[in-house]
Nanobody, 117 residues
Framework: QVQLVESGGGLVQAGGSLRLSCAASVSTLSFNTMGWYRQAPGKERELVATISRGGTTNYADSVKGRFTISRDNAKDTLYLQMNSLQPEDTAVYYC???????????WGQGTQVTVSS
């Protein structure tokens, strides 16, 4: 059974940094694309960033230049380095991983990020 477990969320002041981690229970090489999504109160879940197995990255315009996604396949872990955090970045952040073999997207339970002004 595939499990994704996020960690690293918390409370930070505006301008601060956090690094989120997502540990997978299986080899991350099993997944074609992995990504981070977020959902703020009263809003729909939105894409933050994705990374392919080959390392190609994609970012939402709102986080370009501030967030960096990376994956360490040797540790079966996905990361999101978040710098210059702003109050509008406050949300629950979810890790996702898509398997082309089973054509299914797996999700973590989410980790809360709160940025105070």
């Amino acid at each position: 059974q595939v499990q994704l477990v996020e960690s690293g969320g918390g409370l930070v002041q505006a301008g601060g940094s956090l690094r989120l981690s997502c540990a997978a229970s299986v080899s991350t090489l099993s997944f074609n694309t992995m990504g981070w999504y977020r959902q703020a109160p009263g809003k729909e879940r939105e894409l933050v960033a994705t990374i392919s197995r080959g390392g190609t990255t994609n970012y939402a315009d709102s986080v370009k230049g501030r967030f960096t996604i990376s994956r360490d396949n040797a540790k079966d872990t996905l990361y999101l380095q978040m710098n210059s955090l702003q109050p509008e970045d406050t949300a629950v952040y979810y890790c996702s991983a898509y398997s082309v073999i089973v054509k299914y997207s797996y999700w973590g339970q989410g980790t809360q990020v709160t940025v105070s002004s």
